[in-house]
């Protein structure tokens, strides 16, 4: 075995060695952060803090609850004052239609009153059956049962079942 010399085996040595130096210096390469001591806190301690803090949480919970109810109040007021107002509209239309209906349905068994039978039978004959009907149940009897007379057959037949669904009360209000 051959020996070294000593100037040898330390030049291949000095490198390692400094390496490892390096590597030992406690913090030689590493950022400075700041150092975060942690004391051994007692389980009760740990508990306390915890029950400590839990009332403020819960509280602030509460607190968020609160003003989240508070923003769905407002929103479900706004939205009645918007159905109040549409049902107010509504309800003018509907005062309003109802009104025009009356007065167009009196003029209108006005008219089919002063019409000769035969025209008034062909132009009800025409009509929704509902609305011929109900024109004919307003007709005096002897004139009802002329203009029916003058109908086709059919539609006379539909016009007195559906007088006759009316005037029963132990039936629904669909007479069809």
Do not use: H
């Not at 107002?85 to 003018?92: L, Q």
């Not at 009153?113 to 132009?123: L, Y």
Request: a neutral charge; aromatic letters at 4%.
């Amino acid at each position: 075995m051959t020996t070294m010399p000593l100037s040898t085996l330390a030049r291949r040595l000095a490198l390692p060695l400094a390496g490892f130096v390096m590597m030992a210096i406690p913090g030689a390469f590493a950022e400075e952060r700041p150092v975060i001591t942690t004391t051994n806190a007692s389980a009760d301690e740990i508990r306390e803090f915890c029950t400590n803090i839990a009332d403020a949480a819960r509280d602030q919970r509460y607190l968020l609850q609160k003003q989240e109810l508070e923003n769905l109040q407002k929103d479900v007021d706004e939205r009645i004052k918007t159905l109040e107002a549409r049902r107010a509209e509504y309800e003018d239309w509907l005062t309003r239609r109802n009104a025009f209906l009356k007065q167009a349905e009196g003029g209108l068994v006005e008219i089919y009153r002063k019409m000769k039978p035969d025209a008034a039978a062909a132009q009800l004959a025409e009509l929704n059956p509902q609305i011929a009907s109900a024109i004919v149940m307003k007709l005096p009897p002897r004139q009802s049962s002329t203009i029916l007379g003058e109908m086709p057959a059919d539609k006379a037949a539909l016009l007195t079942r559906i007088i006759a669904v009316a005037g029963d009360a132990n039936t629904s209000k669909d007479p069809s």
